[in-house]
């Protein structure tokens, strides 16, 4: 298996064994290609909404001997995509809301035999509370580094039951805080980033909505500490 990079390589060892898995967003197609050499899965779908990171995952699975095992498909998100054989699926490197929205399209998502890995580049408490509002659950959450940032990826599943909206299960979902090497600089970073947001607030024009704003990120904080 060829090597790749720390947020890639994240997501794979998080992919359970299955028979097919369909990368949405597949870029390069790399992760397919990994996936399948690798013993993760039996089939990968590569599918992507352009045609040219498409042709290029294409030419990578040709490349490797791996295109008799996979197929690469150009489609809006998961849409085109059936359910039957599919048990996991993967949305990264995209927002947290673009994510959501992709789930929300399609008619299959609440399929407790399915195993979501996503991978938020940005709002990632709006997927979790997505998620949490559609009843999936969070089976495990990790920090992986890619270009000198930090991002979580999530294994998610439709399980029907109700996750509590709290403060720590938004800002920090399933993360394992005490043994995930990165938790911890991750957790000092989502409440940097609300302690500069509270600094910008008291600096700002006193008045109803902002003092009001003030009010619920400093409740936000204490509560996250």
Not at 13 to 26: E, L, N, Q, S
Not at 92 to 99: F, R, T
Not at 175 to 184: F, I, K, M, V, Y
Request: overall charge negative.
């Amino acid at each position: 298996m060829e090597h790749l990079d720390a947020r890639l390589g994240t997501i794979a060892a998080m992919v359970p064994r299955c028979r097919a898995v369909a990368d949405i967003g597949c870029d390069h197609g790399l992760l397919v290609a990994a996936l399948l050499e690798g013993g993760r899965c039996d089939y990968g779908i590569a599918a992507d909404i352009n045609p040219m990171p498409l042709e290029k995952a294409r030419q990578e699975l040709t490349r490797r001997g791996l295109l008799a095992q996979s197929e690469c498909r150009l489609t809006n998100g998961l849409c085109g995509i059936a359910p039957v054989g599919v048990d996991a699926v993967v949305i990264a490197g995209m927002g947290g809301e673009l994510i959501a929205d992709i789930l929300s399209r399609w008619d299959y998502t609440e399929n407790p035999a399915i195993t979501y890995l996503l991978q938020p580049m940005t709002r990632p408490v709006h997927l979790r509370q997505w998620l949490y509002a559609h009843r999936f659950t969070l089976q495990e959450e990790r920090c992986c580094r890619a270009n000198g940032k930090l991002y979580t990826v999530l294994r998610a599943q439709y399980t029907g039951c109700a996750t509590e909206e709290t403060p720590a299960a938004l800002y920090f979902g399933a993360l394992d805080l005490e043994n995930d090497p990165l938790a911890g600089e991750y957790r000092e970073q989502v409440l940097g980033r609300l302690q500069r947001r509270i600094t910008g607030l008291v600096e700002a024009k006193p008045g109803p909505e902002r003092d009001a704003e003030l009010t619920e990120a400093t409740k936000l904080l204490l509560a996250l500490r």
